[in-house]
C-alpha cells in the first residue's frame, strides 16, 4: 500500500487540536489515547515521582508496562504537582490555548484546586471538559468512589455474564472503563463541532461509568417495564435467538454458530445434514425457534461433536453460515486478516526490542490515524511544554528543585 492509499502524506484529522488530559488509569487516558492516535496534541500530566499507576500494570518490560506503552502511545508527559497553588497555575496556563481537557477524578477534587468546571471556562469559554466519573457529577451517589467493576454490576452487564447455575462473572478486561471513554470521545467530538461549526459556546460532557454500560443494554429495561421481565444469565447462548450458541467439537475445541437469521437457520441445518429441521415450518422462523432452542443445539452440537474445528469451519464457511474459532493471542497475533488489515503493529521500545502492539480503529480511508510514538517516559515534555508557556531555564529549574514538576 502506498503512502497516498494509506494517507500518511494526509495531515491527521484532529492536527491542531490540544487536549489536556488530567486522571489515571483507564476511562480517561484511554479517551485521550484515541484522541492523540488521530493527532490530537495530548498533554498528559502525571504525578511528580510515581506517575499514572498504569505504568506498572500487568506484564513489565524492563520496570514499564507494555499497557502504558499502548495507551499512552503519541501523548506527551508533563508532571505537575496538583495539590500545590503552582502547579495548578500551570494547568490554568495550559487550558486557556486547549481545545479540550478530560479528568476522571471523583467529583469534587478539581473544584477544591481551583481547576474546576467554572474556574477554567472562565479562562476559555471555548473550553470542552470531559469529566469521567463513577457516577456522574449529580445525584445521590456522585461522591462514592467508583471503578470499572462497579459500574458494570450496577449497570446491568454483571448479572447476565456467566451461567445460570454459577454466580455472576467478569468480562476479561476492563469493559466498563473502555465505555465510558468512547462515549467521552463521541462527546467531546460533538462538543467541539457545536463550538467550531455551529457557533456554540464550550461545555463539559459528563460520562458515569454505570451509564456508559447502561447505555448499551440493549432491551433490558423496556423488557422489564412492559412485562416485568428480568434477563437472566444464560451462558454462552443468546437469550431469544435461536440458534446462537457455543458448540464442542471431536478435537476439544470450540465453535461459535450464528444462524440467526432465518435464511441462515436454514442453509445451517442443510449443511449438517438435518433437512428435516431445515423445512419444518414451526422452525422457519425466529419467534418459532426460540420455543425449540434445546431441541437446535442437541443437534448442532451432535454434528459438531463428530468432527475437528476446522472441518466445521470449513464446512460452515462454503456454506455462509457465520461462524468462528475462540481466539486467543496467539490466535490474534497469528491470523493473517489482522496483518491484512494492520491491526499489528510492530514497534521499538526504548531498549530496540521489537514488540507487537494492537493497530488503529477505525480506519479512516483518507486520514487514518498512526502511532507516531509510543507511551512516554515519565515527564519526558516537561521542559518542553513549560517552555512553550514562556517560563525560562531558570524558572524551570527551580520547580524541579521544588517539586512543583
Known amino acids: 500500500m502506498n503512502t497516498k492509499e494509506n494517507g500518511a502524506d494526509q495531515p491527521l484529522p484532529l492536527a491542531g487540536v490540544k487536549v489536556i488530559e488530567l486522571g489515571t488509569l483507564i476511562a480517561g487516558p484511554y479517551a485521550a489515547s484515541l484522541l492523540a492516535q488521530f493527532g490530537a496534541e495530548v498533554i498528559k500530566i502525571e504525578s511528580p515521582g510515581d506517575g499514572d499507576p498504569l505504568r506498572n500494570w500487568r506484564k513489565l518490560h524492563e520496570g514499564t508496562s507494555l499497557w502504558w506503552y499502548s495507551q499512552s502511545r503519541n501523548k506527551k508527559s508533563i508532571t505537575v504537582n496538583l495539590k500545590d497553588a503552582r502547579g495548578q497555575e500551570i494547568v490554568r496556563e495550559l487550558v486557556k490555548e486547549a481545545d479540550i481537557i478530560i479528568e ?13 468546571w467554572s474556574d477554567l471556562s472562565a479562562l476559555n469559554p471555548g473550553l470542552i471538559m470531559v469529566r469521567v466519573s463513577g457516577f456522574g457529577q449529580s445525584g445521590p451517589y456522585k461522591d462514592r468512589p467508583g471503578f470499572a467493576a ?5 449497570g446491568g452487564l454483571r448479572y447476565l455474564a456467566g451461567y445460570p447455575d454459577r454466580p455472576p462473572v467478569r468480562v476479561g478486561v476492563s469493559i466498563g472503563d473502555t465505555l465510558a471513554s468512547l462515549y467521552g470521545v463521541i462527546g467531546a467530538l460533538l462538543a467541539m463541532h457545536h463550538h467550531k461549526v455551529n457557533g456554540g459556546t464550550g461545555q463539559f460532557i459528563d460520562v458515569a461509568l454505570y451509564e456508559a454500560v447502561f447505555g448499551v443494554m440493549e432491551s433490558l429495561i423496556p423488557e422489564y417495564s412492559a412485562f416485568e421481565h428480568i434477563r437472566e444469565r444464560s451462558g454462552a447462548s443468546l437469550p431469544g435467538i435461536a440458534p446462537s450458541n457455543t458448540y464442542p467439537c471431536k478435537d ?6 450464528a444462524g440467526n437469521s432465518d435464511s441462515i437457520y436454514k442453509r445451517l441445518m442443510n449443511a449438517i445434514g438435518r433437512n428435516d429441521l431445515a423445512d419444518d415450518p414451526r422452525l422457519a422462523r425466529n419467534d418459532g425457534r426460540v420455543q425449540f432452542t434445546d431441541l437446535l443445539d442437541g443437534a448442532i452440537a451432535g454434528w459438531t461433536t463428530q468432527h475437528d474445528l476446522d472441518y466445521v469451519l470449513a464446512v460452515l464457511e462454503e456454506a455462509a453460515v457465520p461462524s468462528g474459532r475462540i481466539y486467543t493471542a496467539a490466535d490474534i497475533h497469528a491470523d493473517p486478516h489482522y496483518q491484512a488489515r494492520g491491526m499489528i503493529e510492530a514497534h521499538g521500545l526504548p531498549n530496540g526490542d521489537q514488540v507487537d502492539f494492537p493497530g488503529i480503529v477505525p480506519k479512516l480511508s483518507a486520514t487514518p490515524g498512526r502511532t507516531r510514538w509510543l507511551g512516554p517516559r515519565l515527564g519526558e515534555h516537561t521542559d518542553e511544554v513549560l517552555a512553550s508557556l514562556g517560563y525560562d531555564a531558570d524558572a524551570r529549574a527551580g ?3 521544588q517539586g512543583i514538576v
Not at 462497579?150 to 450496577?154: F, G, L, Q, Y
Open 104 to 116: 476522571n477524578f471523583r467529583p469534587g477534587t478539581l473544584e477544591r484546586w481551583g481547576l474546576g
Open 252 to 257: 476439544g475445541r470450540y465453535v461459535i454458530i
Open 399 to 401: 520547580m524541579h528543585e
Open 150 to 154: 462497579i459500574a458494570e454490576s450496577m
